[in-house]
């Protein structure tokens, strides 16, 4: 079993109004196995935890730890975090011109696994898991996330969740601009990945809905940079009866 | 990726500020040569006699120095070039030591026998057979050679082999040089011209591909890094002729290459592809030019450029122009610019001119996107290491047109000279 542990984390950005704090003492300790959701309103900082997990450079950590089984994460560059077992399914993927996804697939998985995956197995995984993720064949030729909609831009990266297999998977709004068939389809991808066993979730999402998919044994709910509450699966029932009201100043309330 | 893009498809005459006075010839233009006053019909609008107008019809071309006033760098087509940097080519006579020519078969081997290689001097017929000077320095080239190099593929003969004209540079004087390349009818051949060490020259090349020929001309510009190099690579394109012109600039201080071709006949096909990488200081400038003057025939172009250091520079231009006659004309250009850092600057300028609106299609496209920290962070998100993402970025992106080549011991070497120059960038 592998640890992934957020400790006191305080994360700000420079903007052009000068420094700005928007993670205000966040911990979190997920263990290979779980499902975390991390649900909240819009700019409350999940997508600042999840790519400061990842490395991102924008964000400084001015206290608090991250670390993978006791190995410190924030020593360590954003290509070794991911090879460490970190993966990061972002909100928004960019395009990558002139890279194919047959040949970025491969190169990433020859990194990840420090030597080139067998040409004849790997092949052979790539075209059924995008088969099952429903992804058109000539995806492959095409350039990474170039003039993918959104949706597909989602299913490729639960794509790569599936081969490259990480420890720890962070979601980030995968769920977002999706219809309930690709939803699913996302979900059992994930799922598949989760029971083929060893890989830990954070699973961050705006709404309920894709919890009926993907079960999360812990649900944390994040306001203004830090976690207000926690619970289990039954806490998001409540949020989605209740929203996110009686957690915003009221000032804030709609 | 932040990408400006400029897409159009045409089916209908679209054509802005152009006018359809002027059919007469300019005195400049007539009568000077084979190629003046056919397929380069010159005109001029109001401004006086052979002054060049907007439209690319309109350009003076002449085989005479004298016709072409010193240049200013205001001029429309030499605006993007530092002058400065020229290294006299636009105002010396060019008289100095011309690069070497030795013609060979691929990696040195052999040339193919078959292919007939001559020394001539400028009184010999083929010259002027299928180019002329368009601009100031290619005109000062015209008048200053002494002797040509032809190289011919004779009638129905298919080359088994590539040949290659090694064009060695050894002076920094100002020279000229030319060169002429003759496609028989229905032979079917890949010439590269591989220009290597270090030279300040203006070169005129002649490639007259004669009906049903099948011809590819690679052009590798792979000078040391103070090399100065003009190149005006002129094509005439006979009946059902296909020419595939492949234009390669990676190294010299100042590159600027203007390959061009004339559908002499119906029934031509065209590819003109480009590749260039400018490196800090670079200035690596191209300007094509599809004269679509007969019905039926087709163009593709395709150029695609990185960019990466301080004050790296490249220069595209992409004048297509369908006239009056050429109906059934299927054309597309694009340029795709990827500028790897900050402090480089690529110019991009597709023209398409069409003349008549009975045409299968005509169409252009202009990006430069920018690899950026986002990329970045993507790529290394997945594990790879910074310097192998960049690598595969930029392999992926110009490995389009390197594969066009089909040769393949060029293509490896192109290969891995991009690579150099990526890492010589120490990024
Ligand atoms: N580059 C930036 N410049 C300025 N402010 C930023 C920047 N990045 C994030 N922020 C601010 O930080 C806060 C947290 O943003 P973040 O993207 O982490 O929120 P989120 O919870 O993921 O929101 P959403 O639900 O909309 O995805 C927001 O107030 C946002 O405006
Ligand atoms: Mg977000």
Known sequence: MSTLDIKDLHVSIETEQGKKEILKGVSLTINTGEIHAIMGPNGSGKSTL???????PRYTVDSGSITLDGEDVLEMSVDE?????????????????????????????????????????????????????????DFAQRNVNEGFSGGEKKRVEILQLELFKPKFAIMDETDSGLDVDALKVVSEGHNRVHEAGGLGTLLITHYTRILRYIKPDFVHVFVDGKIAEEGGPELADRLEEEGYDRFLPTAAKA | MTETTEKARIGAPAIDGFSEEGEDLSPVNAGQGPLAGASTKGHSHG???????????????????????????????????PL????????????????????????GSEAPSAVKVETVDRSDARIGSAGIPEDRVSAAAWEAFTEATVLTIPAETELETGVVVAIEGTGTEASAQHLVIVAERFSKAVVVLDHKGTTTVSQNVEIDVRDGAELTVVSVQEWNDDAVHASS????????????????????????????????????????????????????????????????????????????????????????????????????????????????????????????????????????GRFDDEHLFYLMARGIPEDEARRLVVRGFLNEIIQQIRVPELEERLTEAVERELAAGNL
């Open chain 1, 50 to 56: 999840a790519s400061t997990i990842a490395g991102h």
């Open chain 1, 81 to 137: 975090r991911a090879r460490a077992g970190l993966f990061l399914a972002m909100q928004y993927p960019v395009e990558v011109p002139g890279v194919t996804m047959t040949n970025f697939l491969r190169t990433a998985k020859t990194a990840l696994d420090g030597e080139a995956p067998k040409l004849r197995t790997w092949t052979k995984d790539v075209k059924e898991a995008m088969s099952q993720l429903r992804i058109d064949a």
């Open chain 2, 47 to 81: 401004g006086g006699v052979g002054v060049p107008d907007s439209s690319r019809a309109g350009r003076r071309t002449s085989y005479q120095l004298a016709d072409f006033p010193q240049l200013t760098g205001r001029e429309e087509d030499w605006r993007f070039t």
């Open chain 2, 84 to 107: 400065k940097r020229l290294r006299g080519l636009h105002t010396e006579a060019l008289t100095g030591a011309a690069p070497t020519v030795t013609v060979t078969g691929p990696e």
């Open chain 2, 233 to 368: 690579q002129q094509a005439k394109i006979g009946r059902d002729a296909k020419f595939k012109h492949v234009a390669v600039s990676l190294g010299g201080d100042l590159v600027r290459v203007t390959p061009s071709a004339r559908f002499s006949q119906p029934g031509g096909d065209v590819e003109l592809f480009g590749l260039y990488f400018a490196d800090a200081g670079q200035h690596l400038e191209q300007r094509l030019f599809v004269d679509h003057a007969v019905p039926n025939c087709k163009s593709r172009v395709l150029y695609k450029g990185a960019l990466q250091g301080e004050a790296a520079h490249t220069v595209w231009v992409g004048d297509v122009l369908i006239r009056k006659e050429a109906e059934g004309t299927d054309s597309y250009e694009a340029n795709r610019n990827l500028v790897l850092t900050d402090g480089a600057r690529a110019d991009s300028v597709p023209n398409l001119e069409i003349e008549t609106g009975l045409i299968e299609g005509a169409g252009h496209a202009s990006t430069t």
